[in-house]
């Protein structure tokens, strides 16, 4: 079981010092999340990620190449070692333009990754939020099996690949919408997608966003505190509402397939 949830807007950091100053002193950011290998830098560098005065979350959703960098004993080590508060781990690449055998194979892959370390991150201390991953209901499945069995309340759903070939928006809703019919998860986390205007078309179960959008609303660069802090409420105002507005059912955006 989750020991808490991570919900609203999530920053997503990198290792620079005028975001980690942001993010520590604007008292409405509550969490932020930063991938492994910004996690890693800034350990190098001999920054105590504990001194952040906000809730860590590592993530793994990276670009493919990054990821194949990774591995599950390597990903728990540096949470425990960053003192991390929660992890979105073992992210593989998968597509629909995949050989079915390889998603299926990847996925298994994925979820066997899951059940063997997860215990280990609830020892240390370290909440999971695992990712759904799989193009059909059956790939997805496999996953929801182990979410289950894990007993896990949130989930995770990484939205970048919807934006990285075109603009294709309602085929992410429709996704979000059919995960949420198939599993009805407590909260589901949207990674790589924080509109303020578009969050109310999805289901009740998104209950947060995190990624980079907060960097449109506030230059981290030039802000001043008080300017930083005016500007992020605002916008974690406007995006938290979102999130708040019940939504239309599935069967409005009809069925779309074509992307995990």
Known sequence: ???????????RIEAKREQLRIASEVDEIESVMLNLRHAR?????????????ARVILTSTMDDERCEEWFPERELRLAERVDADAVVPFDRPVY????????LETIRVYVADLKEFAPQFREAGIDVI????????????LCYEV??????????FYCVQYFSYGYRYQALLARV?????????????????????????????????????????????DSSLSVATHRYRKWSAELNSALSISQQPLSAFGSMKGWA
């Open 177 to 221: 919408h059919r995960i949420a019919a198939e599993y009805d998860p407590d909260d589901m986390m949207l990674i790589g997608f924080q509109s303020e205007n578009k969050l109310s078309d999805f289901p009740p179960s998104v209950t947060g966003a995190a990624g980079q959008r907060w960097r449109r609303k506030i230059d981290p660069r």
């Open 1 to 11: 079981m989750q020991s808490s949830c991570f919900t609203g807007a999530i920053p």
């Open 96 to 103: 629909n333009t995949d050989h079915r055998s390889k998603r």
């Open 147 to 156: 979410f289950n069995e894990l007993d896990w309340t949130q989930i995770a």
């Open 41 to 53: 830098l800034l350990e190098q560098r001999g920054v105590d990620l504990a001194e952040v005065d």
């Open 130 to 141: 695992p990712l759904v991953k799989g193009t059909t209901s059956y790939e997805r499945g």
